[in-house]
């Protein structure tokens, strides 16, 4: 399994959670729910793998990670397009879909308005009381 990229994107989601968890008085931490971008490439069963070794004697350990996806949408600089790219398929064992990066309508050059994201929507906690 490939796993380096994910566990560092992990790796740096986690050390920010636990920074955060410092201003809160948290017991426990019941689940986190992840957002995450289809142009980061990034594999739901990887991120689960990686969180639980990063988690691993953190205060997150045995929480639940939740994966969003976030759909690629781009939209043109020529024309007035707004919406998915066209996506490749990459034909190999890894079904890894490539985005086309130019405009489905016109063939113009695009910017890409959502689909990069890799970030935490929400966490939740049990406080002690
Ligand atoms: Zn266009």
């Known amino acids: 399994m490939r796993l380096v990229h994910e566990v ?7 050390s920010a959670i ?7 008085d948290a017991v ?12 980061t490439m990034l594999g739901d069963e990887q991120l689960i ?16 990670l939740n994966i969003e996806h976030e ?3 781009v939209k043109c ?3 007035e397009y707004k919406g998915p790219v066209r996506m ?6 890894t079904s890894h879909k490539i985005p086309v990066m130019s405009c489905p309508e016109c063939g113009g050059g695009i910017e890409m308005i959502s689909g990069q994201s890799c970030c935490v929507r929400s966490i939740e906690i049990e406080e002690s009381d």
């Open 18 to 24: 636990l920074k955060e968890l410092e201003n809160h």
């Open 49 to 64: 793998f990686a969180y639980e070794i990063v988690t691993r004697d953190t205060v997150l350990e045995g929480s639940k």
């Open 28 to 39: 426990s931490v019941v689940s986190v729910d992840l957002v995450i971008g289809d142009m």
């Open 71 to 73: 759909a690629i949408e």
């Open 8 to 14: 560092s994107v992990i790796s740096n989601i986690v």
């Open 77 to 79: 600089n020529s024309c």
């Open 88 to 93: 490749l398929e990459s034909g190999d064992y």
